[in-house]
């Protein structure tokens, strides 16, 4: 039997040697986080036809996938923070913010198990962009060049914790390797907020391309797990720490930027093939899995335990008090006009019917000015949104028509200080309802309730700080920069 399963997996990963061991015996459940970098909520599993993702799709089938799974912040470094930490990321100093110094007073899970006796490794990208407080420390544990080298690592039976990191699909794109991967631009899915063009369907294909590179790492290390008998005794769980990174998506508090795809497979505990429509965060990995593995969870850990879904059997929502969930953002990049070295906070409460934003400068621009040449980095250029074909296209096209300057509006142009949407009516999230007079006692009771739950959480912004309790800390990255630029 085990060289069939050898014969077959050779097959599927013909680069991949997988020498076929003996199991090991079964103890503590061992980790694998598969994390992302940039990906939304594209993936078979979510009904994206066009995605090639068979491995995520395959944890769908055997696991349990979450409809409803949202990053605290749709940032790489705060939402990377709040995972580790199991805190919401503007609890974590100056660490709420992009390009930023990662603070010794703040513990990961990875340490918490290493502690514990746990074999803890990542590969690629894990927290950041930034540094940490003390040089050299591992939050996410030592480095290895790819999941197979760390298993080769560790004593056999020594449970593991493991961050699969990636760099897909972040930008810059290789343009064109959508379609020349074979994906028919013609069915591409456009957002709504996008014209759909072919520049726009193939930037959309060229990021599918990067997923589904993304998708076979995990298949590898899958195939890897399974060589050693040890998938079943695995916790794999497959996300990525915010949305696609396009306009009106990363640094943006809507879906597009917020959702992220997420699964859980766990033999024996998770009932394979059920769908969960509660609200979770992010944050709520790291008391998941030290529950999960018998530890204490710490008492400054925000985060909520997933084990009572993952071990129910049923679908659908299964917890009525997960029935909405929080977002934010601090600084992304400092991509306002000089000198102002600012970035753009608000904070979200979404719900099942409604998404309220609360922006606090709404006199910013939500990401970034244009003005290059009077920028306060250099240089930057709507700072907030990675370069990109789709973001250069808005931008050169947005007095073409009235439904390109819609467009350019929708992902650049200045935001009122409260946005309401009626997902009923608007599930893409384009029409600010929040002026009308018809949904007026709906914007006062989300309002309230946003208030609550940032009071609730220890928001600093909900107890009198703001910009200047976020933004003293100093940024340690640049910015995308306008084409052409050269510098002053």
Not at 25 to 53: C, K, S
Not at 186 to 196: C, H, L, M, S
Not at 269 to 297: C, H, N
């Amino acid at each position: 039997m085990r060289l069939v399963i050898w014969f077959l997996l050779t097959l599927i990963f013909p680069g991949v040697i997988l020498p076929v061991q003996a199991a090991e015996p079964a103890g503590r459940p061992n980790i694998l986080f598969a994390i992302a970098d940039d990906w939304g909520r594209h993936a078979g599993a979510y009904g994206t036809p066009e995605a090639r993702t068979p491995n995520f799709d395959r944890l769908a089938r055997e696991g349990v996938l979450f409809d409803r799974a949202y990053c605290t912040s749709p940032s790489c470094t705060p939402s990377r923070g709040a995972i580790l930490t199991g805190q919401w990321h503007w609890r974590l100093e100056g660490a709420a913010n992009l390009h930023c110094v990662f603070p010794n007073k703040f513990r990961t899970f990875p340490e918490i198990l290493a502690a514990e006796g746990y074999a803890c490794g990542l590969t690629s990208k894990g927290w950041g962009p930034g540094k940490t407080e003390t040089p050299g420390r591992e939050l996410a544990g030592p480095r290895f060049p790819d999941f197979e080298a760390f298993l080769k690592s560790r004593n056999p039976g020594q449970p593991f914790c493991f961050w699969l990191g990636s760099v897909d699909p972040h930008r810059p794109f290789d343009e064109g390797t959508g379609k020349q991967a074979g994906y028919d631009l013609d069915k591409i899915q456009v957002p709504a907020a996008f014209p759909e063009v072919e520049r726009v369907r193939s930037d959309i294909a060229d990021y599918l391309f990067e997923v589904e590179r993304f998708d076979r790492t995990v298949g590898r290390a899958l195939a890897a797990l399974e060589a050693i008998g040890q998938l079943d005794q695995t916790i794999v769980i497959m996300t990525s720490d915010h949305g696609m990174a396009f306009p009106r998506g990363k640094s943006n508090l809507y879906d597009l930027g917020t959702n992220v795809p997420f699964v859980v497979r766990w033999p024996g505990v998770v009932s394979p093939g059920r769908t969960s429509s509660d609200f979770i965060s992010l944050q709520d990995v790291a008391p998941t899995l030290l529950e999960a593995v018998g530890g204490d969870v710490p008492a400054d850990m925000t985060g909520r335990s997933l084990m009572p879904l993952l071990q129910s059997d049923k679908s659908g929502a299964i917890d009525p008090t997960r029935d909405s969930v929080l977002v934010g953002k601090e600084r992304h990049v400092p991509s306002q006009p000089a000198p102002d070295l600012g970035g753009y906070p608000s904070r979200a409460l979404r719900t099942g019917r409604y998404l309220y934003v609360r922006n606090y400068r709404p006199d910013r621009w939500p990401n970034g000015t244009g003005d290059f040449e009077n920028s306060a980095v250099p240089g930057v250029w709507y700072g907030d949104t990675d370069n990109g074909a789709t973001k250069t296209y808005l931008i050169q096209n947005r007095d073409r028509d009235a439904a390109h300057r819609q467009a350019y509006d929708l992902a650049f142009a200045k935001r009122p200080a409260e946005e309401l949407y009626i997902l009923e009516n608007d599930p893409e999230q384009m029409t600010n309802v929040a002026s009308e007079p018809q949904y007026a006692e709906v914007k006062r009771q989300l309002a309230e309730q946003l208030a609550q739950q940032l009071e609730a959480s220890g928001d600093p912004r909900s107890h009198g700080a703001g910009d200047d309790f976020f933004e003293k800390y100093p940024y340690l990255g640049d910015g995308p920069k306008a084409p052409g630029w050269k510098g002053k």
